[in-house]
């Protein structure tokens, strides 16, 4: 049967009988089954039955400007006309070169140098491996260690997931895993009443500089996601913690890492969350909004002094011999730039700025809710944690999944939220307009109003 006469039902039993879904515990879609799309366009997602879901986080936080985006689509058709793909060692092409000089421009100031990999995880993988075998090159063998903090999300491969620390995702994995030194997030949720996020980060930030004091000598990096740490349920911190960070490691010798996957291309406001501490990290990793959500593909950008370290005769063996199949697809950095014209040609950094006003306005409401904790923003991002005890701040046992009932809510009533554990959020690809914004909100509202229900 061809796909264009499938339906629901009949593309749903297809894939339970091959799929393996990621993020997924199988037995769980046959209550729910996965919802099969037959296309998209702006926010609106379309299933084979003709139902429309407003994508209310930009099909995990990677679409920027809408699905089947016209702009984005047509450079992708010109540069299949010429190259789909070609190694990139010993060759290079045009959109990887591009991209390359456009993000160098574009990032903070120092960061000279684009390694391509083709997903986020194995950026993150790239950057610890670099981290490390710049200190073996100028002869640091002690350090092999890595600082990471509580609550932070990296990515889904062994060595990505050993620097994370979201328990749901790494605990089974746990004997596999390299040993890192966990510090305590500065996650703001936690900080004192009448305390603000600066002074709660910049308490927090003791532990970090004690422990870098402590064990400098053996650590390569400390790895961080700036200012919210996304899937560690969008908790959010202040730049502040940032520049103490980066002064602490320029002090003690300790790479930093920006892990802006998730964050990076305005989602906190800016372009670059790093630019609101106004910080230049040592390695900074991006991937997920990069091609505007329409190729898997990642970055790593440097400096240079680092990349000297591995600029050498060959028989010296210190060159990253690091590779991925598909690093720099020309797809992939066409899409990018594609992406980053509409970034400078629709001033998207500043007209966002209203966006995230109209979302502020529609969730402020939210606050007031007697099982809302709190409403959370950084930019383009807002989150809304629901708890069981608002006074006592006691949280739901985890096994109730309220959440899971927001996510069936939303989508009876049209709008993909996909809550992370009891937490609803929106992170929604920047052409949504102010009507939709409304109804992302309300579906929210009615959802966490019957989720919170006894
Ligand atoms: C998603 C994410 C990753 C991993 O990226 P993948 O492309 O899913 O491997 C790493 N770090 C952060 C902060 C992320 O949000």
Redesign the pocket.
Same mark, same amino acid.
């Given at each position: 049967m061809s796909h264009k006469q499938a339906t629901n039902r009949t593309l749903t039993a297809r894939d339970l009988a091959v799929l393996w879904h990621p993020c997924s515990q199988m037995k769980d879609y046959e209550a729910l089954p996965p919802i099969p799309i037959r296309r998209g366009e702006g926010v609106w997602l379309e299933d084979f039955d003709g139902k429309r879901y407003l994508d209310a986080i930009s099909s995990w936080?990677v679409n920027l400007f809408g699905h089947a985006n016209p702009r984005i689509i047509a450079a992708l058709r010109e540069q299949l006309d010429d190259l789909e793909h070609v190694l990139l060692a010993g060759f290079t092409h045009a959109p990887a070169v591009e991209l390359a000089e456009r993000l160098i421009s574009l990032a903070p100031p120092g960061l000279s140098r684009c390694f391509y990999a083709d997903?986020?995880?194995a950026a993150?993988e790239v950057a610890l491996k670099m981290s490390f075998h710049y200190w073996r090159n100028r002869g640091a063998v002690k350090k092999t260690r890595f600082i990471t903090l509580s609550n932070s999300?990296?990515?889904?491969t062994l060595g #990505?997931l050993a620097v994370g620390n979201v328990a749901l995702y790494k605990q089974t994995y746990q004997p596999l895993l390299m040993d890192v030194i966990t510090v305590a997030s500065p996650d703001c949720f936690h900080r004192e009443a009448g305390s603000s996020w600066a002074e709660h980060s910049t308490r927090l930030f003791e532990q970090m500089r004690q422990t870098l004091e402590q064990h400098a000598e053996e650590v390569c990096a400390v790895i961080v996601?700036p200012l919210v740490q996304?899937?560690g349920n969008m908790r959010m911190y202040d730049p502040r913690y940032l520049q103490l960070l980066r002064a602490a490691c320029d002090d003690y010798g300790v790479h930093l890492i920006a892990?802006e996957? #998730?964050v990076g291309f305005g989602r906190t406001g800016t372009l670059f969350a790093c630019e609101q501490a106004a910080i230049t990290p040592d390695f900074m990793c991006l991937?997920?909004g990069l091609t505007g959500g329409y190729l898997p593909l990642a970055a790593v950008l440097t400096r240079e002094e680092i990349y000297q370290t591995f600029y050498d005769d060959y028989q010296n063996l210190s060159a990253f011999l690091h590779s991925h199949s598909y690093t720099g697809n020309p797809l992939g950095c066409r899409a990018a730039l594609a992406s980053l014209d509409i970034f400078a040609q629709d001033r998207v950094v500043e007209r966002n700025t209203s966006l995230a006003a109209h979302l502020r306005e529609a969730t402020a409401e939210f606050a007031d809710h007697p099982h809302v904790a709190e409403v959370r923003q950084c930019g383009m991002i807002v989150a809304i944690e629901m708890i069981k005890n608002k006074s006592r701040r006691t949280a739901y046992p985890w096994q109730e999944r309220r959440g899971l009932r927001v996510y069936k809510h939303g989508l009876k009533k049209g709008v993909l939220l996909r809550p992370l554990g009891d937490v609803i959020y929106f992170m929604p690809p920047y052409v949504i307009t102010p009507p939709e914004i409304e109804l992302m909100a309300e579906v929210a509202w009615e959802g966490i109003q019957l989720a919170t229900r006894v």
């Open positions: 936080w997903n986020g995880s993150v999300y990296h990515g889904e #990505a996601e996304c899937a892990d996957i #998730a991937s997920k």
